[in-house]
């Protein structure tokens, strides 16, 4: 006698279950997930809100998610827990090898000064030939990863020829200042603050090895099922980045208490910074082909890449606004 109201329950719960499905799954839909980093055009944008607003038009909503460095992030965007983020040059790298679904949408002018190889001031080492078994503590797959092979291969060294340390910022300031470690390849703006607040010295940075772009990547998926939210983001990108490179000293009273570090640390990261974003011109897939292929040959990651194969190319109305 039960077996009709139990039937018609059970119709229920699975009705609004799916319902409650469709509706996670529309609202899932229907927001931007941005990974960020300490510092950086995005924190500016973030802090803004012009984004929210003008997204808020096209019924798109935002959720930023702060990770400590660009592998980290990428990892994000390869589980799928965000779905647009920006990194240094060879994050990107290790994620494709790694089968991440990625694009390529913009990039920001070089920054070579950005990131350095540091030693502590009272430090006997005095060029990157001396660093011939020390070691040297990084975050592995990051843009600093790039700039310690070019540093050891122009000294006539390579990677085998030293003892990497790999460990995320924090921990490697701590090794740093611990002794623990010989030397620290780190980028803005913790570069900039183990300078000023460590008397860490340059060893060497980018200047002539390296171009240190940044690069905004979004999962392919995303990219293709959104392009008109992809590219309503870049253009505020690039209008933040055009405001924050006419006026240095306001960009740091913006940043400086989001990230926590003193006015003239926050100026010294703000100046070494490249702004502008813009689509990925030939010579900066080059580029970072070169950065894909110096990995492969020192197998550091599995297999050889192609960079142009995930390089997104608007939609023809979307590039035309």
């Known amino acids: ?116 190889i540091l030693v502590a001031k009272d430090s006997p080492i005095q060029s990157v030939a001396e660093l011939k078994g020390k070691k040297v503590a990084l975050n592995k797959g990051s843009n600093v990863h790039y700039l310690l092979v070019r540093a050891l291969e122009d000294a006539g060294l390579s990677i085998k020829d030293i003892t990497p340390i790999y460990l995320p910022p924090a921990d490697a300031r701590a090794a740093f200042e611990r002794g623990s470690v010989d030397t620290w390849v780190i980028w803005d703006p ?31 998926s995303y990219a293709q099922q959104h392009p008109q939210v992809v590219g309503a983001l870049i253009e505020e990108i690039r209008a933040v980045g055009v405001e924050a490179k006419a006026d240095p000293a306001k960009v740091t009273a913006q940043v400086a208490p989001l990230i926590g570090l003193p006015a003239d640390i926050t100026h010294k990261a703000v100046t070494r910074q490249g702004y502008g974003a813009q689509p990925l011109t030939p010579d900066v897939v080059a580029a970072q082909q070169k950065i894909a292929d110096t990995f492969a040959d020192l197998k550091l990651i599995p297999k050889r890449l192609s960079i142009k194969d995930v390089v997104w190319t608007p939609p023809a109305k979307v590039a035309q606004q």
Do not use: C
């Open 1 to 116: 006698m039960r077996t009709p109201y139990l039937r018609r329950g059970l119709v229920a719960l699975l009705a609004a279950a799916i319902s409650s499905a469709a509706l996670a799954a529309d609202d899932a839909d229907n927001t931007l997930r941005i990974g960020y980093q300490k510092y950086g055009t995005l924190v500016l944008l973030k802090a803004k809100g012009t984004l929210e607003q003008r997204l808020a038009e096209q019924g798109v909503k935002v959720q930023w998610t702060e990770f400590p460095g660009g592998p980290q992030l990428l990892e994000g965007l390869n589980v799928g827990s965000i779905d647009f983020g920006v990194t240094g040059e060879t994050p990107p790298v290790f994620a494709q090898a790694a089968g991440a679904d990625l694009r390529y949408v913009a990039y920001e002018p070089p920054a070579p000064t950005g990131e350095a």
């Open 190 to 220: 913790f570069q900039a603050a183990a300078e000023q607040q460590l008397s860490a010295r340059t060893l060497r940075d980018g200047s002539g090895l390296v171009d240190n772009h940044q690069f905004y990547l979004a999962s392919g």
